[in-house]
């Protein structure tokens, strides 16, 4: 074999061998572009969910939870649900708040309560998330399951009959279907809110 031969296969190893370690290091490149993508991706789609499910007055839901026995998140849901967390709103039918209340109904509760308080405190941030919870409670308790308790939430006392036909119902308690799509939307962004805001703040993951 001539030494021309010899060089040139040695040439080829050699280029084999380098291209062989590039390789390896594009896929560990690549690799790690990937990682930083998706770290970037994840952290992205968080800020975006935190701002389509904020979270105010942090504070005022944590003592509420504690009072009546009800998960933060859950509240969070309602008030996501109803307000999107604007104290303000008030509903074309009236409903008023953070809870989105009807006047009627918060003064029915300021009489449960034996609470002296004007009409007018139906806006403040701190009364109304306690009526609206107090009410959530109240539900809760007389129909025995939390969603259905939502349903009469926003629907009203038709819920009972709801329980009473088994077409809606079969054990008077839990509601199977609701035949108001308006509720049943009603109870499904609830329960879609409650699992997001679990997620994004109540976690265990999180910090």
């Known amino acids: 074999m001539s030494n021309t031969t010899r060089k040139t296969r040695r040439k080829k190893k050699k280029s084999c061998g380098c291209s062989g370690v590039l390789v390896?290091?594009?896929?560990?490149?690549?690799?790690?572009?990937l990682l930083i993508f998706t770290d970037v991706f994840s952290v992205l789609r968080q800020k975006i969910e935190m701002q389509l499910y904020p979270l105010n007055y942090r504070e005022y839901i944590m003592k509420a939870s504690e009072e009546y026995d009800l998960e933060p998140e859950f509240i969070c849901a309602v008030i996501h649900t109803?307000?999107?967390?604007?104290?303000?709103?008030?509903?074309?039918?009236?409903?008023?708040?953070?809870?989105?209340?009807?006047?009627?109904?918060?003064?029915?509760?300021?009489?449960l309560k034996d609470a002296d308080v004007q009409e007018s405190e139906i806006f403040n941030p701190l009364v109304n998330m306690d009526y609206g919870c107090y009410y959530l409670r109240y539900l809760t308790d007389h129909y025995e399951d939390l969603y259905t308790a939502c349903a009469a939430y926003n629907a009203g006392g038709i819920v009972q009959s709801w329980l009473s036909d088994p077409q809606y119902s079969t054990d008077g308690v839990t509601l199977y279907s609701i035949p108001y799509e308006e509720t049943s939307q009603y109870v499904d962004k609830i329960r879609h809110a409650e699992e997001m805001y679990e997620k994004l703040y109540f976690s265990e993951t999180q910090p």
């Open 24 to 33: 390896t290091a594009l896929i560990f490149i690549l690799l790690a572009c």
């Open 82 to 111: 109803e307000s999107n967390f604007k104290s303000d709103a008030k509903s074309p039918a009236g409903a008023c708040g953070l809870m989105q209340i009807m006047p009627e109904t918060f003064m029915w509760i300021a009489d």
